[in-house]
């Protein structure tokens, strides 16, 4: 999907599946991470096989050429759709508006290679003794892009947005409502929210209801927003405003110059960055379609870019005017079963027994149809591998690997659909539902890179080879914005679809799969589930062995019941202009976007 949905911001997002950015919320960019350089030089990428390996790659170029004073840089955002142009971290929703944010904004608090947050970043912090109450203080350098000092005002400012009942975002989740009293201010029933005290203008106290170990590994709201910018606005009119349309304001290393709306951006240098004064004096963002990124790199035209397709990467690997920096992501592409409805009243989904997907045994047969290792082979060269369970191997700790999750077997996929009554009564080729009525099953997935529809069609043949009529929604692919309008909608002609979720720095899953969670958007809900994520983050889950059981539990639940499966783990490789200096992907490098440079005036060219 490439909404960067849910929870927060350190959190977790939906994202394109095919032009490849999903989180909750990205929270600040990849590079903005606190750690120690990893960066070493890539050996053969290839494998003797044809194949290739995320293992082969390095995920950071430092300085290898002396960078000139000042100079410009592109930064291609690939997509074959318009950023939407929501750009504050409070409201956002997709990926491509995360990926215009990182260059001028970010959350107050960095994180270490663990996931864990610092006291490296625009704020410190401290957790009281139980665990409940973190105080958090501002750095005294740390200004908006207008000169005014960004205060504890804002950041209490920010949770009184999200939580004002105008608010029609996404961040009002299980994590919000933790903090004590928000849910009183949400209804109503407060004029304030009590567990936020603002101690001193830098300084301000938040106490959460429940002590849990995600609140130092994204936990904490960290996105301020300026109360002097937006205080006197109405909450549902701040999204479509100017000053978060045309004229942004952050606090990050550049400054929002000019805006072609869903095109391009123009940045320029915050000279007044709390880190120090970058060293590129402007960066501009441009959309680049996946189809002619490619062409853009070799001529020069962008000198770097979100990510790369990797279906492409095969026939491009010895361009030789880039790096190629490859990380595995912290995310997986997944079909999702439309299973009921969001109450908006209520902000819940609600599970509908009655679904045509509701059926176990049906959407285990869909899952077990798919032979994800060839398609991780077929269409990305290795650089994508089936995915067993909905927590990848970004986070190790706590990724069952032992767990096999519904594995390739037609055979048996046959045998669940024959004992759950599909069978064609016809001599269609296609089974009926259990009832004998016509079953067709309405696939909805995004238009893309060029794999995009060969890989649903790949996915429609394996389905029918077991018996399943299934059919691309209106017969073909939408593009990223329409398809998220109708799925988030709950529209009735949707019975599966695909998308993909970055997960965020903390593991918890409740970001798309809670009862109350909005991007939970197979309307999936199960009184285990609920039980597993709270567990996950009770003051029990504080023992790290407990927190790697519940949520080893938790895996295989999702296994059992199918509301949705993963079908591949993902690697992200970005190709990076010779010319550019300290650059990288991923998680802990340690390395900041103030510290990107170039070493000559023009991009590099392939001959």
């Given at each position: 999907m490439i909404l960067a949905a849910c929870n927060e911001s350190t959190s977790q997002t939906e994202e394109e599946p095919e032009t490849e950015t999903e989180s909750g919320e990205t929270e600040t960019n990849e590079t903005e991470e606190t750690a120690e350089e990893t960066e070493e030089e890539p050996e053969d990428t290839e494998q003797a096989d044809g194949l290739y390996s995320i293992d082969n790659f390095s995920n950071v170029k430092g300085e290898d050429a002396t960078p000139i004073e000042g100079g410009e840089l592109t930064f291609g955002l690939v997509s074959d759709t318009a950023f939407d142009g929501i750009l504050n971290f409070n409201f956002y929703d997709g990926d491509p508006d995360a990926q215009v944010l990182e260059w001028f904004d970010e959350g107050m608090l960095t994180w270490d290679e663990n996931y864990v947050y610092t006291n490296d970043g625009a704020a410190t912090y401290t957790m009281s003794e139980d665990n409940k109450t973190a105080t958090i203080t501002i750095r005294d350098n740390v200004n908006w892009h207008d000169g005014e000092p960004v205060k504890a005002e804002d950041l209490l400012f920010a949770h009184e947005v999200i939580a004002d009942p105008e608010y029609d975002g996404v961040r009002f989740d299980g994590t919000l409502r933790n903090v004590e009293g928000i849910e009183e201010y949400h209804n109503g029933e407060a004029d304030t929210i009590s567990g936020i005290e603002i101690v001193d203008e830098k300084t301000l106290k938040i106490t959460y209801k429940e002590a849990t170990p995600s609140l130092i590994t994204g936990g904490i709201w960290t996105y301020p927003l300026a109360k002097h910018i937006f205080g006197e606005m109405n909450v549902a009119d701040i999204p479509s405003s100017p000053e978060v349309r045309q004229n942004p304001i952050g606090f990050g290393p550049f400054k929002v110059e000019s805006i072609v709306p869903g095109e391009s951006v123009v940045y320029t240098k915050n000279e007044d960055y709390w880190r120090g004064e970058p060293k590129l004096d402007k960066v501009t963002l441009k959309v680049v379609n996946p189809n002619v990124v490619v062409e853009s790199l070799k001529n020069g035209e962008v000198d770097l870019v979100s990510s790369f397709p990797v279906d492409q990467f095969p026939d491009n690997a010895e361009m030789a005017n880039v790096t190629w920096l490859g990380v595995t992501d912290r995310a997986y592409t997944y079909i999702g079963f439309k299973l009921g409805k969001w109450d908006e009243e209520n902000s819940v989904n609600v599970y509908d027994p009655e679904s045509k997907m509701a059926n176990v045994n049906l959407r285990k047969a869909m899952a077990h149809a798919l032979d994800n290792n060839t398609v991780g082979e077929r269409f990305y060269h290795g650089l994508r591998w089936a995915g067993t369970t909905l927590i990848p191997p970004s986070h190790p700790e706590y990724h069952d690997s032992e767990n096999p999750g519904l594995a390739y077997d037609p055979e048996l996929a046959k045998q669940l659909l024959d004992e759950a009554g599909y069978v064609d009564t016809n001599g269609d080729n296609f089974r009926e539902d259990p009832e004998g009525n016509e079953l067709v099953i309405n696939f909805a997935s995004m238009s893309g890179g060029e794999?995009?529809?060969?890989?649903?069609?790949?996915?429609?043949?394996?389905?029918?080879?077991?018996?399943?009529?299934?059919?691309?929604?209106?017969?073909?692919?939408?593009?990223?914005?329409?398809?998220?309008?109708?799925?988030?909608?709950?529209?009735?002609?949707?019975?599966?679809?695909?998308?993909?979720?970055?997960?965020?720095?903390?593991?918890?899953?409740?970001?798309?799969?809670?009862?109350?969670?909005?991007?939970?958007?197979?309307?999936?809900?199960?009184?285990?589930?609920?039980?597993?994520?709270?567990?996950?983050?009770?003051?029990?889950?504080?023992?790290?062995?407990?927190?790697?059981?519940?949520?080893?539990?938790?895996?295989?639940?999702?296994?059992?019941?199918v509301p949705a499966f993963p079908t591949v783990y993902r690697a992200i490789l970005v190709p990076v202009n010779n010319r550019v200096q300290n650059y990288a992907i991923g998680d802990g490098t340690g390395i900041y976007r103030h510290q990107l440079a170039v070493s000559a005036e023009a991009a590099e060219t392939a001959e």
């Open positions: 794999i995009a529809e060969p890989l649903v069609q790949y996915y429609i043949q394996a389905w029918g080879q077991i018996g399943l009529n299934v059919q691309m929604l209106d017969g073909r692919l939408h593009e990223f914005n329409s398809f998220y309008d109708r799925v988030e909608a709950d529209d009735e002609a949707i019975d599966i679809y695909q998308a993909a979720w970055s997960v965020g720095i903390d593991v918890d899953p409740g970001g798309l799969w809670g009862e109350q969670t909005f991007y939970n958007m197979t309307r999936w809900t199960n009184e285990e589930n609920t039980r597993l994520i709270e567990e996950g983050l009770s003051e029990a889950a504080f023992d790290l062995e407990t927190r790697i059981k519940t949520y080893k539990d938790w895996q295989q639940l999702m296994v059992e019941e």
